[in-house]
C-alpha cells in the first residue's frame, strides 16, 4: 500500500481547453499492469476542452455545477451533478461547463495496453459549436 499526498493543481494548458480549466491529479500512472487515470477537472463558466478522443474511452462523473457535453455529430447535452457519462474508444467529443455555472467532473480513462498515445487532441470548440445548445 502507498499513500499519494495531494499534489498541487494544475492550470489546463490553452492549447487544450478554452476557458479556467483547473485540475486535480487524483490516479496517475502507476507501475503495470495498472493503465488507470483519474483527474478531477474544475472548470469555470463557459470553460471547455478541445475536441478529443482517448484510445481506450472516457468515463466523466459530474460531482459539482452544470455542465454541457457533446459527441461529433450529436446533440450538445446538459450534464449535472450525479450524471456518468461514457465515451467509447476513438469518439471525438468535448465537454465543460454551461455559461452560467461553475462545474467540476471527474475524468477516467485508461492507458492503452501497447503503450500508445492515451489521448488525441484536436481543434478547440468554436463558440457556435458550444453555442449550440438544446
Do not use: C
Not at 487544450?16 to 480549466?21: A, E, I, N, S, Y
Not at 463557459?46 to 475536441?51: F, I, K, P, S, V
Not at 459530474?62 to 451533478?81: M, Y
Not at 465515451?87 to 454551461?98: N, R, S, V
Amino acid at each position: 500500500m502507498r499513500v499519494e499526498p495531494k499534489q498541487p493543481s494544475v492550470k489546463g494548458p490553452e492549447n487544450l481547453f478554452t476557458g479556467d480549466v483547473w485540475f486535480d491529479v487524483i490516479a496517475a500512472p502507476q507501475p503495470a499492469p495498472s493503465r488507470m487515470r483519474v483527474n478531477a477537472v474544475h472548470f469555470s463558466p463557459g470553460a471547455r476542452t478541445a475536441w478529443h478522443s482517448h484510445a481506450v474511452g472516457q468515463t466523466v462523473h459530474v460531482t459539482e455545477g452544470s455542465g454541457l457535453i457533446q459527441s461529433r455529430g450529436g446533440a450538445v447535452l446538459e450534464i449535472r451533478p450525479g450524471d456518468t457519462v461514457y465515451t467509447p474508444p476513438g469518439e471525438w467529443h468535448w465537454h465543460g461547463a454551461a455559461p452560467d455555472s461553475f462545474m467540476t467532473h471527474l475524468a477516467m480513462w485508461e492507458a492503452p495496453a501497447d503503450d500508445g498515445d492515451e489521448a488525441q487532441w484536436g481543434a478547440h470548440v468554436t463558440d457556435e459549436e458550444y453555442g449550440s445548445r438544446p
